[in-house]
């Protein structure tokens, strides 16, 4: 059984990569903070000066985290 927060809530056992913006008009970037308490195998990259739209803003760095990612590698940063 997955470990559960004070609250009930489980905690996510799969890894996870979180790619986030830091131009996030809508979502700042402390709405990241403490994430790493409801996911065990957190991966979280932000990408300066770009907006809530990671993908269409950086499609090269967010591919380049997904595919090692996904390959088990280390997950570049990029700053």
């Not at 809508?26 to 709405?31: E, H, N, Q, R, S």
């Not at 000066?49 to 591919?63: K, L």
């Amino acid at each position: 059984m997955a470990a559960l927060l004070r609250t009930g809530v489980p905690v996510i056992e799969t890894p996870t990569l979180m790619v986030w913006g830091e131009a996030d008009v809508a979502l700042g970037k402390d709405t990241t903070y403490g994430t790493d308490r409801y996911v065990r195998e957190l991966t979280l990259r932000y990408l300066p000066g770009v907006s809530h739209w990671v993908q269409q803003d950086a499609p090269e760095m967010v591919n380049a985290m997904l595919s090692a990612f996904l390959r088990g590698e280390s997950v570049p940063s990029a700053d």
